[in-house]
Structure formats: C-alpha cells, structure tokens
C-alpha cells in the first residue's frame, strides 16, 4: 500500500513531448523544462545515434545547473557532458562522473520514451 507521501509524489509528475529525436544534433542535446512557476524541473536530454538519455540540469559536485548556453552540455569533442561551473565531466550512457569535481557521483537520470518518433520525458512538476 502506498503511502500519502508517494501518492503525492506520483500525482506530481508530468509527461511531457519535447520535440522529434530527428531534429536534435547527432550528437546533441536539447533542454527542458516541467512544470511551471520559479522552480520548474529542469532536464536536458543527450542524442547519441538513435539512442537518447535524459538527465535532470543539477551538478552532482554542488548542484549548478551544467550549461551556461542554451543547449550546450557536452564537451568540445562531444564525447562527454561537462558542467560548465568547474568542470565535472560525465558518461553521455550512465551520468556518471569520472573526471573533475564531483567524480563518483552521478547526473539523475529522467524517464524517457520515443514514440513515433517524439520524445517525451517524465518528471516532478517542481525542484
Ligand atoms: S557545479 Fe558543476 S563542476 Fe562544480
């Protein structure tokens, strides 16, 4: 049986599109926002391929958002995602840090699905 708390917790998230996987860079990424008001969820999603991974916009090393520019996540070859504050660099596959500030410690992972070719990711509707 689930807890009030739970409950809550449930009926706050939201399913939202973010547009088609075709229209983002290979490799790219797109941000996003769920929820309204001063303190949305923010997220970004990776492409990679046809595969797509979806991570909330928080450090692990002291919780900045990753990106000072809108879109920008990953490193100049592409090959990982960095945090522009100080650095901390993460796995496009798993967001886990394994360079910088914050090594060992991990982006949180959004619940994504592509259908008919849309994505769409699932989240709280606040921080
Ligand atoms: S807040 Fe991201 S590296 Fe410091």
């Given at each position: 049986m689930m807890t009030w708390l739970q409950q809550r917790m449930i009926e706050s998230e939201q399913e939202i599109g973010i547009g088609?996987?075709?229209?983002?860079?290979?490799?790219g990424c797109r941000e996003f926002e769920i929820g309204?008001?001063?303190?949305p969820f923010r997220g970004f999603v990776v492409r990679q391929g046809d595969a797509v991974f979806a991570y909330q916009n928080?450090?692990?090393?002291?919780?900045?958002?990753?990106?000072?520019?809108?879109n920008k996540f990953l490193t100049k070859d592409k090959s990982a995602i960095i945090c522009?504050?100080?650095?901390a660099t993460y796995e496009i596959e798993t967001g886990r840090c394994f360079a910088g500030p914050g090594s060992g410690g991990s982006l949180r992972q959004v619940e994504l699905s592509i259908r008919d070719g849309i994505i769409y990711v699932t989240g709280p509707t606040s921080m």
């Open positions: 088609r996987l075709d229209e983002i860079d290979d490799p309204e008001g001063d303190w928080f450090c692990a090393h002291v919780g900045h958002p990753l990106n000072w520019s809108p522009a504050s100080h650095g």
